[in-house]
């Protein structure tokens, strides 16, 4: 079955960093997309980050955009994303799925940016 486990969140002071991992599983890993999105309280999940099947494609929300890296290894079945010059705007749940999406989503993890 599809799993992703996504870890690595915390509570870090603005202008911290942090390197958020997800282990998925149940499917052909090097076969799919991997993109990262988050979704803050009331607020819509959104798109940050996407990665191509090698590695040679990838793009980024605006407001994310020279502070965010992802990245992919296809080996481990895992995709990063580290997250560097951390706002309080950052503040969300993060999650990691496919693209196309496959179900279920994974729990997420907590990034939370206050001093």
């Known amino acids: 079955q599809v799993l992703f486990v996504e870890s690595g969140g915390g509570l870090v002071q603005p202008g911290g960093s942090l390197r958020l991992s997800c282990a998925a599983s149940g499917f052909t890993f090097g076969s799919y997309v991997l993109r990262w999105y988050r979704q803050a309280p009331g607020k819509e999940r959104e798109l940050v980050a996407s990665i191509s099947r090698t590695g040679e494609l990838i793009n980024y929300a605006d407001s994310v955009k020279g502070r965010f890296t992802i990245s992919r290894d296809n080996t481990k079945g895992t995709v990063y994303l580290q997250m560097n010059s951390l706002k309080p705007e950052d503040t969300a749940v993060y999650y990691c799925?496919?693209?196309?999406?496959?179900?279920?989503w994974g729990q997420g993890t907590q990034v939370t940016i206050s001093s």
């Open positions: 799925n496919t693209y196309p999406s496959l179900r279920p």
